[in-house]
């Protein structure tokens, strides 16, 4: 049995490309995404059950969970708002679970109280989201074999703020922490997007998120600190780290596509460090990278270790074509 969980989200088309010793490495699937219509829980696939197998052939111990929601994934809040609204939902998540087997349901709600990706939110969210959970909870525990109940939790205070995290927590087998996109094209100065602490110039950070949901009432040992095999970027940066003010927003590359730029030097990137945020990044005297490169996803790997944590999950598989990733990440989740 291992002590630490690594848990990769995988989008649904790419499910069937996953490499074995990938397979074999992780502890669990999130498959992305499940949605919801007229306040049922659906998954459009063409070769999931097979895609399914497969995992569990190499893989018996393997949990495949669907995850549900996503950004700009509307449908909770108007599910959630009635007993019967969540009724419904439940049961159809419970249907689906029984159809491909799915070993539990994950549900990413991004985010109660919010209408920052275009989803109706109203105040009643924090309320509902729990009701709705419990409802989740309820029907899960009525199927045969016991079966995994999980969040993706945005990794901010306002999540915290809008959201009653104890009484989710005990409803839920782990919370996610999506410590990643902590900063991006949004923000007005270059930022780690994923960074374990905060840099000299201060803001938010992993460790930061994670003392947030503590404080909430999640015990640590619920908690799985989150991973990003993609970047965030900024154009018209004057000064070679985190903090400094930017022009604009930047591309947004894959891992595989980051290793790609430095072995073909284009771009002339210049791979850099910040030792105090334990983060990667990227710089050509103009455009900003921040990224997780192996060093910083060990740092991570050690911080929840030391920290007694649950496990780590990343985002998302298929960014990473160079498949070291997840295989590394088991090597340092592994270390005793």
Excluded at 20 to 32: C, F, R, S, T
Excluded at 189 to 206: N, Q, R
Excluded at 247 to 266: F, N, V
Excluded at 289 to 316: C, F, H, I, P, T
Aim: with cysteine.
């Amino acid at each position: 049995m291992r002590e630490r969980k690594l848990i990769g989200y995988c989008f649904t088309d790419t499910l069937g490309k996953m490499k074995k010793e990938d397979i074999e490495a992780l502890d669990g699937v999130n498959i992305a995404f499940g949605l919801i219509k007229n306040g049922e829980a659906y998954w459009k696939e063409k070769t999931g059950k097979q895609d399914i197998a497969r995992m569990r052939q190499m893989n018996p111990d393997i949990k495949v969970m669907l995850s549900i929601g996503g950004w700009e994934a509307d449908g909770f809040s108007q599910a959630a708002e009635t007993k019967e609204g969540r009724e419904l939902f439940a049961a159809s998540a419970v249907k689906l679970a029984e159809e491909y087997g799915f070993d539990g349901i994950d549900i990413d709600w991004e985010y109660p109280c919010s209408d920052k990706a275009g989803i109706r939110a109203i105040p009643e969210d924090k309320e509902n989201f729990t009701l709705l959970l419990q409802e989740l909870r309820d029907h899960l525990n009525r199927m045969e074999g016991y079966r995994t109940l999980s969040i993706a939790a945005g990794a901010l205070k306002s999540y915290v703020e809008n959201t009653h995290m104890k009484e989710v927590s005990e409803l839920l087998d782990y919370v996610q922490l999506m410590t990643y996109d902590l900063y991006g094209g949004w923000d007005v100065v270059s930022g780690h997007h994923a960074g374990l602490y905060a840099p000299e110039s201060g803001g938010v950070c992993s460790h930061e998120a994670v003392e947030f949901f503590a404080e909430a009432g999640v015990p640590y040992e619920k908690m799985v600190m989150g991973a990003a095999f993609y970047s965030r970027g900024w154009i018209g940066v004057k000064e070679a780290k985190a903090g400094s003010p930017v022009s604009g927003s930047g591309d947004i590359y894959s891992y595989s596509e980051i290793c790609h730029l430095l072995e073909t030097g284009k771009k002339k990137f210049e791979k850099l460090w910040d030792d105090k945020a334990k983060a990667a990044y990227l710089y050509n005297g103009s455009d900003f990278v921040s990224y997780e490169d192996e060093r910083a996803l060990e740092y991570k790997a050690e911080y929840v270790q030391d920290k007694n944590m649950y496990g780590m999950m990343y985002w998302e598989y298929g960014l990473d074509k160079t498949f070291t990733l997840t295989r590394f990440l088991r090597k340092c989740l592994d270390k005793k």
